[in-house]
Nanobody, 127 residues
Framework: QVQLVESGGGLVQAGDSLRLSCAASGPPVSTTNMAWFRQAVGKERECVVAVSGVGDRITYVDSVKGRFTLSKDNAKNTLNLQMNSLRPEDTAVYYC????????????????????WGQGTQVTVSS
């Protein structure tokens, strides 16, 4: 069964770190267009970071640049998101997504092109 399963969320204080993992069954993370999105209560889903399957081109949203780092573990077929210096505004449900569509790096930040989603993991940052 093709699926994405996120883990690693939790409740932390501002300034702390968390590491999210997305375990992929089916699509190889090494060559698949993938992304982490987040959705806070009352807000639209936004792309946190996207990576192209070809060339590993990574695009971060400005608000996480310098704090979040995306990595792949090809042996475990996981997509990981290291989140440092967390802020209360990072509080959201974080989703892993994948798509087989061929598109541009900019388009990879658009949720509508993704056709495979995980169930999400809650990240809560207290002030």
């Amino acid at each position: 069964q093709v699926q994405l399963v996120e883990s690693g969320g939790g409740l932390v204080q501002a300034g702390d770190s968390l590491r999210l993992s997305c375990a992929a069954s089916g699509p190889p993370v090494s060559t698949t267009n993938m992304a982490w999105f987040r959705q806070a209560v009352g807000k639209e889903r936004e792309c946190v970071v996207a990576v192209s399957g070809v060339g590993d081109r990574i695009t971060y949203v400005d608000s996480v640049k310098g704090r979040f780092t995306l990595s792949k573990d090809n042996a475990k077929n996981t997509l990981n998101l290291q989140m440092n210096s967390l802020r209360p505004e990072d509080t959201a449900v974080y989703y892993c997504a994948a798509t087989s569509k061929v598109t541009t790096s900019l388009a990879l930040t658009t949720s509508s092109i993704y056709d495979l989603w995980g169930q999400g993991t809650q990240v809560t940052v207290s002030s």
